[in-house]
């Protein structure tokens, strides 16, 4: 039997590819789609083909009217938070790729997962090069003692820091916090520059036109330092084959999953 999808974002720039590409699945159907600004539209007539007769929804809660296994959130980050909480009250898995959420709403969101008994997965990134750059960045953290997160993004990007950022951050706390020389809080001049302290991370966030989505781990020991960064290009290709993955990992999964890396054979 086919794992039923819903994709709430289904007409932005991953959701549209990740639709067509669901439809295309041999164990995947397209079961719903959901975008505020094209509700009630036909989604084959919106992107020019011919197999995807589905109405479109203005919400989650209006698509999960038709039974869904998995929902897939691609919108933003005044919204996923809710789409997340009505998908799992209804007993239905969740693969989120929004960035916008806190460490406190991941921790509201496990519980309500467990609550309900479905599964969740959040990768803040769902391309292959993000997922080694979190994993490198991991090991390198093992070994040296100082680093710190630049975030790029396009000028556009209303959240700050990103998704990506913020999973990094939260992966690289769990193996150890950094060490700091020079504590923030007795900088001499302006102490916002030097960035946004997240889980005891000096985070750095650029909007500037040009970028899509890069982040930076540099780590700096006595006379040497490494970095290791991700650049995201302008299409959704690299997004698509890892959220798959995660679309048909997250049935086997209760509570909550934080990066593509732990379900991945």
């Known amino acids: 039997m086919k794992l039923k999808v819903c994709i709430a974002g289904a007409t932005g720039w991953v959701g549209k590819p990740l639709c067509l590409a669901v439809a295309e699945a041999n164990d995947l159907s397209l079961a719903g789609a959901v975008s505020r600004t094209h509700k009630g539209r036909n989604l084959g007539d919106l992107f020019g083909v011919f197999n995807l007769d589905l109405t479109v929804s203005g919400s989650v809660a209006e698509a999960l009217d038709v039974p869904a296994d998995v929902l897939v959130d691609y919108t933003k980050a005044d919204v996923v938070k809710a789409n997340v909480m009505t998908a799992i009250r209804r007993g239905v898995h969740v693969v989120i790729g929004s960035s916008g ?137 690299p997004y698509i084959q890892g959220t798959l993955l995660a679309i048909r990992k997250v049935r086997d999964r209760v509570g909550l999953i934080r990066g593509l890396d732990k379900v991945m054979e």
Request: some cysteine; proline content about 3%; charged content about 25%.
């Open 101 to 237: 959420l806190t460490d406190e709403d991941f921790a509201e969101i496990n519980q309500a997962a467990l609550e309900h008994k479905v599964g969740v997965i959040a990768a803040g990134n769902f391309a292959i090069t993000a997922v080694l750059l979190q994993r490198f960045a991991c090991e390198a953290a093992k070994y040296l003692s100082h680093w710190e997160i630049i975030d790029y993004a396009s000028d556009a990007k209303q959240d700050a820091p990103s998704g990506t950022t913020r999973e990094l951050a939260f992966r690289l706390s769990q193996v150890k916090r950094p060490s700091v020389t020079h504590p923030v809080e007795e900088t001499l001049g302006e102490k916002d520059s030097r960035g946004t302290n997240l889980n005891g991370i000096q985070v750095h966030s650029l909007r500037l036109p040009g970028y899509v989505i890069s982040v930076e781990a540099i780590f700096g020991a006595k006379d040497e330092r490494l970095s290791i960064r991700h650049d995201a290009g302008s299409g959704a290709e």
